[in-house]
């Protein structure tokens, strides 16, 4: 059965970095696109980024371009969201999604997809 488990997040001021993690397992296609939203009170699920796991395209959110890096590790099906230049504003519930069948990213319309799947969600905390 396909999951996702999810690691990392904590507490950073501002300026700092934190690394998350969302190992995958049980996918049995390569063709599979892995999200990362975040949630926080009063604004509701935000797409952050996402990333193909067949060809490594990645695409971001405006707030976060240049500052939120996606990538994966295929030895270790382990996808990776490093987080650079943390603001306030970046705090929240962060989730990681996969979503099956999809080759490659383009745009952040594939935020809007129907994920199938989903993390625990791991809390990021950005304050001095």
């Known amino acids: 059965q396909a999951q996702l488990v999810q690691s990392g997040g904590g507490l950073v001021q501002p300026g700092g970095s934190l690394r998350l993690s969302c190992k995958t397992a049980g996918f049995t296609t390569p063709y599979v696109v892995v999200g990362w939203y975040r949630q926080s009170p009063g604004k509701g699920r935000e797409g952050v980024s996402a990333?193909?796991?067949?060809?490594?395209?990645?695409v971001y959110a405006d707030s976060v371009k240049g500052r939120f890096t996606n990538s994966r590790d295929g030895a270790t099906n382990t996808v990776y969201l490093q987080m650079n230049g943390l603001k306030p504003e970046d705090a929240g519930v962060y989730y990681c999604?996969?979503?099956?069948?999809?080759?490659?990213?383009?745009?952040?319309?594939?935020?809007?997809?129907?994920?199938?799947?989903w993390g625990q969600g791991t809390q990021v905390t950005v304050s001095a």
């Open positions: 990333i193909s796991l067949n060809d490594d395209t990645t």
């Open positions: 999604a996969a979503l099956k069948g999809v080759t490659t990213v383009q745009d952040m319309g594939v935020m809007r997809a129907p994920y199938n799947y």
